[in-house]
């Protein structure tokens, strides 16, 4: 692996995307520090899974530079790219598992597709990365003898299977129930740390994510609308900051569309 002097394992540098006409970041720039975790967050719309496919290669930018490692995937060659996002895992909300096969072989799926490793040393790996999760005992079981927590899980091994050096989760706890999502949120942490990797979680979950990132990067209209740690941004006066952090369904973020004064639209009578 090569060694960069910068303490961000990923890097965006002036960044502009658009889809099409429609520019969704504008000139945004800001640092995912190493071994850490870093929670992307802000309004829906705001663009955070789109950060999260230009770091993986899927789109690319029209301006600036998205940096792995120092190397931008911007302008990567097929080659290189695959190189790279070898080296990423990603789970998404619904990290589909192949529902056919069992929790075991969904986990050793990635290392029979990439790697040439003989069978007794897929074995090994697919029950560490198992029992990383707690599921080591679940390996014989489909995907629909498990909860949805559980296949969360399993799908976080899957994840993991390749020793990547940097995960992304989009939405990772969505549609859980507060036990598992309190169970997911403590599991990425610990993964985190034990396998000195680096975290980059898109969340709308304020008070789970505020406990387990260490960096806070908060996106609004096409830009960095604030970044620090967890409580940075809470004691921060900036008033969009103040209505995010503490859910307050008003403030520069307006709870109503803009429309006519209720007055206008009540009182239209005749005089
Ligand atoms: N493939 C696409 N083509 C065109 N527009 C898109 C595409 N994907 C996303 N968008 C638009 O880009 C904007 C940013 O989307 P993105 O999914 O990155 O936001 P987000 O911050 O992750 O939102 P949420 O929190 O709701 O998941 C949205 O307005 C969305 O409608």
């Known amino acids: 692996m090569t060694t960069h002097a910068s303490p961000f394992l990923v890097e965006l540098d002036h960044l502009t995307f658009g889809y099409g006409e429609r520019v969704i970041l504008r000139d945004v720039s800001f640092g995912v520090p190493r071994g850490k975790v870093t929670a992307l967050m802000g309004v829906s719309g705001g663009g955070k899974t789109t950060v999260l496919r230009l770091i993986g290669g899927q789109i690319r930018a029209q301006q600036g530079q998205v940096r792995f490692d120092g190397e931008d995937v911007t302008t990567m060659q097929q080659t290189a790219l695959y190189a790279a996002r070898r080296r990423m895992g990603m789970l998404f909300q619904f990290g589909a598992l192949f529902t056919d096969i069992s929790v075991f072989d969904n986990v050793a799926f990635p290392l029979r597709e990439h790697t040439d490793l003989p069978e007794d040393m897929?074995?090994?790996?697919?029950?560490?990365?198992?029992?990383?999760?707690?599921?080591?005992?679940?390996?014989?079981?489909?995907?629909?003898?498990?909860?949805?927590g559980m296949s969360r899980r399993v799908a976080l091994a899957r994840a993991i299977a390749l020793d990547p050096d940097l995960i992304m989760y989009d939405e990772p706890f969505a549609g859980l129930d507060p036990i598992s999502l309190g169970t997911a949120a403590r599991l990425i942490r610990r993964l985190n740390d034990s396998l000195g990797i680096t975290s980059v979680i898109v969340?709308?979950?304020?008070?789970?994510?505020?406990?387990?990132?260490?960096?806070?990067?908060?996106?609004?209209?096409?830009?960095?609308?604030?970044?620090?740690?967890?409580?940075?941004?809470?004691?921060?006066?900036?008033?969009?900051?103040?209505?995010?952090?503490?859910?307050?369904?008003?403030?520069?973020?307006?709870?109503?569309?803009?429309?006519?004064?209720?007055?206008?639209?009540y009182d239209r009578r005749p005089a």
């Open 203 to 265: 969340s709308h979950d304020i008070t789970e994510t505020f406990e387990i990132a260490d960096h806070v990067v908060v996106l609004a209209n096409g830009a960095v609308a604030a970044q620090g740690s967890p409580a940075e941004l809470r004691a921060s006066t900036d008033p969009l900051i103040h209505q995010f952090v503490h859910a307050l369904s008003d403030g520069p973020v307006p709870f109503h569309y803009p429309a006519p004064t209720v007055a206008q639209d």
């Open 122 to 148: 897929v074995r090994d790996i697919v029950l560490m990365k198992l029992d990383a999760v707690g599921l080591r005992g679940a390996r014989d079981l489909k995907p629909s003898e498990i909860s949805g």
